[in-house]
């Protein structure tokens, strides 16, 4: 699946509750390390998850994203894909809940 095809769910959710694309962007950032014109690149190729991923140097403050997604803890999931993907899904969801900006990007 491509990347730019869940981005616009992730700018819905994050906007439908006040928060920005700019915020969520932020968000993106922090966890892949990519600036705006990568993320920009990303989203005009239709990157696929794997190769989005693959491309991205994580944050190694990720490892600190815990909590439950569809039911699962993302601290337990096996496959290291789909623990990134849901990393990333964790973070819209505490982004679209209000969560402080500081607290998502897990800063002192």
């Given at each position: 699946m491509a990347f730019a095809a869940v981005y616009?769910?992730?700018?819905?959710?994050v906007e439908r509750k006040g928060r920005t694309t700019a915020e969520l962007d932020e968000?993106?950032?922090?966890?892949?390390?990519?600036d705006e014109p990568e993320l920009r690149r990303h989203l005009d190729e239709h990157t696929t998850f794997e190769d989005f991923f693959?491309?991205?140097?994580?944050?190694?403050n990720a490892s600190m994203i815990t909590g439950v997604i569809c039911g699962v803890k993302v601290?337990?999931?096996?496959?290291?894909?789909?623990?990134?993907?849901?990393?990333?899904?964790?973070?819209?969801?505490?982004l679209a809940k209000g969560r402080p900006m500081e607290k998502i990007l897990r800063t002192a």
């Open positions: 616009p769910h992730y700018v819905t959710k968000v993106i950032e922090w966890l892949t390390g990519f693959a491309d991205a140097d994580l944050n190694p601290q337990e999931i096996e496959d290291p894909l789909m623990q990134k993907i849901r990393y990333l899904d964790k973070l819209v969801d505490e």
